[in-house]
Structures are given as structure tokens and as C-alpha cells.
């Protein structure tokens, strides 16, 4: 319960995820977390068991994105750290995104999307801060990146799975 303390702050922008600890049992309760919430998400919208597969490619090309980044960068050894901030930062948004997910596509008004547009964003300032924070850029930077990884693995996830089951 500690660290879910020390990471809580990351999400209102609060903290550098480089002055996070450490911890891969931390970083395996939110990998499980973040495919059960987006797993959740899926078999809601798709109502497919398909969705599996959509889920695992998507958890797969977060991972890969973030240790390819940090590959390039050189900091490898921050791995554990960086894809346990997304996973926590993510699995907190997409708690709060969940509900709305679900008003928008039954109210399908504006108020639902707009809402949902705003809590997008704040996932997408998260990750680019987080991003900013490893790679010692700036914030247009990190954006940049944080939408490259949105990208890769949400529309990358869509691409793959649409390729492999058509």
C-alpha cells in the first residue's frame, strides 16, 4: 500500500518517476491489473472472446514500446520503474475511463465525449511527463513520445489483430 502512495502522485503530476522505487512485484500486480481493467474494457465494446488476443497485443507493444525507447536512450536499467509508472498511471485513468466509456457509448451525446476527450488527455499528459521525466527532454517532447507510444500500442494492438484474424 506504500508504494501505490508513492506512485498516487504521478498521476497529478506531482512526481518524477525517476524518484520512484523499484519494485517487480509491484510492476506484476499492475501488469495484471492493467490486462484485466483493458480486458474488461474490450469484452464490453467488442462483447468478443476474441478481445483476448486484441489485450495481449496491446499489453505486449506497451511493453515493448517502453523498452525500446529506453534501449535507445540508454536507460534500460529504469524499465521496471518507468512501465510500472504507465501501467499504474494507466490502470488509474482507465478506472475512472471505464464509466464514462460506458455513458458515451450509451448516451452518445456530447457531454459523454467530451468528458471522455478530457480524461484521453490527462492519460496523454501523464505519459509524456513520465516519458519527459526518463528522457530529460521537454514537454512537447515527451507529448510527442507519449503519443507515439498511444499510437503504437493502442493502434499498432487494432492493426496486428485486425491483420492476424481479419
Known amino acids: 500500500m506504500d508504494i501505490i502512495r508513492q506512485y498516487f502522485p504521478l498521476c497529478w503530476l506531482n512526481v518524477s518517476v525517476l524518484n520512484l522505487p523499484r519494485s517487480t512485484r509491484f510492476f506484476k500486480h ?16 467488442v462483447d468478443d472472446i476474441d478481445s483476448i488476443l486484441e489485450v495481449l497485443l ?14 535507445l536512450n540508454g536507460t534500460i ?15 488509474v485513468v482507465a478506472l ?3 464509466p464514462i466509456l460506458f455513458w458515451a457509448t450509451v448516451a452518445e451525446d456530447t457531454p459523454s465525449y467530451m468528458t471522455l476527450a478530457l480524461f484521453l488527455l490527462w492519460d496523454l499528459i501523464i505519459v509524456g511527463r513520465i516519458f519527459k521525466d526518463v528522457l530529460r527532454v ?8 507519449a503519443l507515439f507510444y498511444f499510437l503504437t500500442s ?3 494492438a487494432y492493426g496486428l489483430y485486425s491483420l492476424l484474424v481479419g
Open 138 to 145: 521537454n514537454n512537447a517532447a515527451g507529448l510527442v513520445v
Open 77 to 91: 536499467d529504469a524499465f521496471i520503474q518507468v512501465s510500472s509508472a504507465v501501467l499504474f498511471c494507466e490502470n
Open 30 to 45: 499492475n501488469l495484471i491489473f492493467y490486462f484485466t481493467i483493458v480486458f474488461f474494457i474490450q469484452f464490453n465494446m
Open 96 to 98: 475512472f475511463l471505464a
Open 58 to 71: 496491446e499489453t505486449s507493444l506497451t511493453l515493448a514500446f517502453i523498452a525500446l525507447v529506453l534501449l
Open 154 to 156: 493502442y493502434g499498432g
